[in-house]
């Protein structure tokens, strides 16, 4: 089946550890992303990718860092420079200007 | 001003009722427009797109009006699993970048 996959689910850091969130997506698509939500909260775009080995910076990428090496991959690292890193994580791919396709969140909390 | 922008609600509505969400955004230059719903502590879900001319799915109805910047979803004859968080995403023109609203939540009761 096609689709994107986050792992995993359920991650717990201790504070001023690193972790890193999985995307994976078999969907041929160019792009991918990743947003934050906070509860009660919209989502807040972190950082985004258009095509292999290039990434832009969203709105809140302080304290984040990415890697696009391959089209189906799209990591998302949480640094201990990230304050409050506690959130919901979402991850999506689009292509082309159509709709975007979400994986099922890794939801982050800080121990 | 944020680039999209909602009413975050909530709307408290009866079944049955008709229910009218509006999104402005700031960037003419937005090209694609899409609503989707979000159910509590779930990934939100494609709703439908938002075409030039408007567009129907059955109870549900989106319209873009550019010169004003805005899109609508109206929800007609609401049901009890309506209840959600509804977003409005906007697409850049040539930047793939894509931005949501707040979300506006919905809830309809018996």
């Known amino acids: 089946d096609g689709g994107i996959t986050q792992s995993p689910k359920y991650l717990f850091r201790k504070e001023g550890q690193n972790v890193t969130l999985s995307c994976e997506q078999n969907l041929n698509h160019d792009a991918m992303y990743w947003y934050r939500q906070d509860p009660g909260q919209g989502l807040r775009l972190i950082y985004y990718?258009?095509?292999?080995?290039?990434?832009q910076k969203g709105d809140i990428a302080e304290g984040y860092s990415v890697s696009r090496e391959k089209k189906e991959s799209f990591p998302l690292t949480v640094t201990s420079a990230q304050k409050n890193p506690t959130a919901f994580y979402l991850c999506?791919?689009?292509?082309?200007?159509?709709?975007?396709?979400f994986g099922q969140g890794t939801r982050l909390t800080v121990v | 001003r944020k680039e999209v922008e909602q009413d975050p609600g909530p709307f408290n509505v009866p079944e049955g009722a008709t229910v009218a969400f509006n999104c402005t955004y700031s960037n003419s230059a937005s090209q694609s427009f899409f609503w989707y719903r979000q159910d509590c502590r779930k990934e939100p879900k494609l709703l439908m797109s938002?075409?030039?001319s408007g567009n129907e799915d059955g109870r549900f109805t989106a319209q873009l009006n550019r010169a004003s910047q805005y899109i609508s979803l109206l929800i007609r004859d609401s049901k009890l699993s309506d209840s959600a968080t509804y977003l409005c995403?906007?697409?850049?023109?040539?930047?793939?970048?894509?931005?949501f609203g707040t979300g506006t939540r919905l809830q309809v009761f018996p």
């Open positions: 995403v906007v697409i850049l023109t040539f930047t793939d970048k894509l931005i």
């Open positions: 938002v075409y030039s």
């Open positions: 999506a791919s689009s292509t082309e200007n159509t709709e975007a396709f």
């Open positions: 990718s258009q095509i292999v080995n290039d990434f």
